[in-house]
């Protein structure tokens, strides 16, 4: 652990020695009474806990306040459901690199038997997020859902996109009308991500361009995105059916060279050149 996540209750409370978080301070940080070690509140500020007791039962502490957190980027993944290992290791990946949202997909050649895996449901997938996360010594993990397949999960990113953007006319009149008022962390994360979006679809078969050259060519339009979504087939890709649907859904195909990609691979690399591209690791 980078980072000892708490909810917002939990973060006013002693931690049970029996707790996986007290036996990481103890046993791997070896934090005694009057230590300090990093602490968070999930999806809210970061900061610094220091150990003010402990007990046979209980490790008490003082948590102070002092970061965002390490917010999310306005970056939404469409995943088609890969094999439960893969994805695993896909979801820690996308967390710590700070995408805000993983749509998980049936898709028309991915194998039906993955969506009937422990990780469908959202609470399995939340954890291997949170655990990426944690691993980026962050304070917010991005949010999950899972479809039964591609149509009903655009329409969902969809309105996704569309909330955000309405939000954030909200909270723009909200500044106007109110300049005492300060957005909360969740507020200004809703309306950095409800930016215009550029919608990629990640095909290595007659791609209009490469990812890269289809970014740069973004940067230099009139309007440049400032939010990204980009979908990611299954293990055997996207078919005919699906590449036409997402072209009219307003879907670039790019590719990323000849080479075929994993699912969480292609995941991994399109977020990490997405990311560059956008600055964020700047």
């Known amino acids: 652990m980078n980072i000892c996540l708490f909810s917002r209750d939990e973060i006013n409370k002693a931690l049970p020695k029996k707790d996986e978080r007290a036996q990481h301070i103890l046993k791997i940080l070896h934090k005694n009474k009057g230590d300090s070690f990093s602490a968070g509140i999930i999806n809210g500020m970061a900061g610094s806990a220091t150990i003010t007791d402990i007990t046979d039962t209980e490790i008490h502490f003082s948590f102070i306040p002092e970061t965002d957190g390490k917010p999310l980027y306005p970056l939404i993944l469409i995943i088609g459901f890969p094999r439960p290992i893969q994805l695993k290791r896909l979801l820690r990946d996308v967390a710590a690199l700070g995408a805000s949202e993983v749509h998980l997909t049936g898709t028309e050649l991915g194998e039906k ?35 039964k397949n591609l149509k009903d999960c655009v329409e969902a990113v969809k309105k996704s996109v569309e909330n955000l953007k309405n939000s954030e006319s909200q909270f723009a009149e909200k500044e106007k009308t109110d300049t005492s008022t300060c957005l909360t962390n969740a507020e200004m994360s809703a309306a950095e991500k ?37 979908a990611i087939g299954s293990e055997r890709g996207w078919t005919e059916n699906e590449r036409h649907f997402l ?22 690399v399109a977020s990490s050149v997405i990311a560059s591209y956008a600055g964020w690791l700047d």
């Not at 979006?197 to 339009?221: H, Q, V, W």
């Not at 072209?247 to 991994?268: D, I, N, Q, S, Y």
């Open 194 to 230: 409800s930016e215009k979006p550029l919608f990629l679809c990640l095909d290595n078969i007659n791609p209009a361009g490469s990812l890269t050259s289809i970014l740069e060519k973004n940067r230099a339009s009139s309007e440049p995105a400032g939010a990204f979504v980009a």
């Open 247 to 268: 072209e009219e859904k307003g879907f670039l195909r790019c590719g990323m060279g000849p080479r075929v990609m994993r699912t969480e691979t292609a995941a991994t």
């Open 113 to 147: 038997s993955y969506l009937n895996s422990n990780l469908s449901k959202p609470e399995e997938a939340w954890q291997m997020l949170y655990d990426g996360t944690v691993q980026a010594a962050s304070t917010h993990v991005p949010e999950v859902f899972i479809h």
